[in-house]
């Protein structure tokens, strides 16, 4: 079958609309959009995750900071904030709700009185042994039916994604 000069839309691209060009819901459903897909995605890995580490003080919100902070503790606020790819006020609220459960506390930093670093109680270290292990087998069970090729092109296109959006952002 020969294919024309033109440009094929495939399924996953919005076809040009009627009127102006313009793309409609017709054109263009939801089901087909790559951010409502990931956002769908998400919500769903943010309820499982809450499932597994219920009762721990740390919530789906939180947990990016502790999986930081178990790496390297002693950072600053804004190191923090770079780190997980936030915003000061979303690291703000976190770290509130992580100092409320006990698992962080802020100390001024030596060298800047305007900045805050972040410490580990001894509860917050203690947390690594006990829900690492839970999130490596939730991991193995969302991966299921997949390959480790499969996983491994997965997190080679979401990193696509993720440079496609910075690149958008400016």
């Known amino acids: 079958m020969a294919t024309s000069s033109r440009t094929r839309t495939t399924k996953s691209e919005p076809k040009p609309g009627g009127r102006r060009g313009l793309v409609t819901s017709r054109d263009y459903p939801l089901e087909e959009s790559i951010g409502f897909l990931v956002g769908v995605t998400n919500r769903k890995l943010q309820k499982v995750l809450d499932s597994r580490i219920a009762g721990s003080g740390v919530t789906s919100g939180t947990w990016h900071f502790m999986r930081v902070l178990w790496?390297?503790?002693?950072?600053?606020?804004?190191?923090?904030?770079?780190?997980v790819n936030t915003s000061a006020p979303t690291v703000n609220a976190a770290l509130r709700k992580l100092q409320a459960a006990g698992l962080v506390v802020l100390d001024n930093d030596p060298n800047d009185g305007r900045r805050w670093n972040v410490h580990l109680t001894k509860k917050g270290q203690e947390l690594e042994e006990k829900l690492l292990p839970l999130l490596a087998e939730t991991n193995q069970m969302l991966g299921?039916?997949?390959?480790?090729?499969?996983?491994?092109?997965?997190?080679?296109?979401?990193?696509?994604l993720q440079a496609n959006a910075e690149a958008a952002l400016g």
Do not use: D, W, Y
């Open 144 to 160: 299921a039916g997949l390959t480790r090729a499969e996983v491994a092109e997965f997190k080679r296109m979401l990193a696509i």
């Open 71 to 83: 790496q390297e503790h002693g950072m600053s606020q804004a190191e923090l904030a770079k780190r």
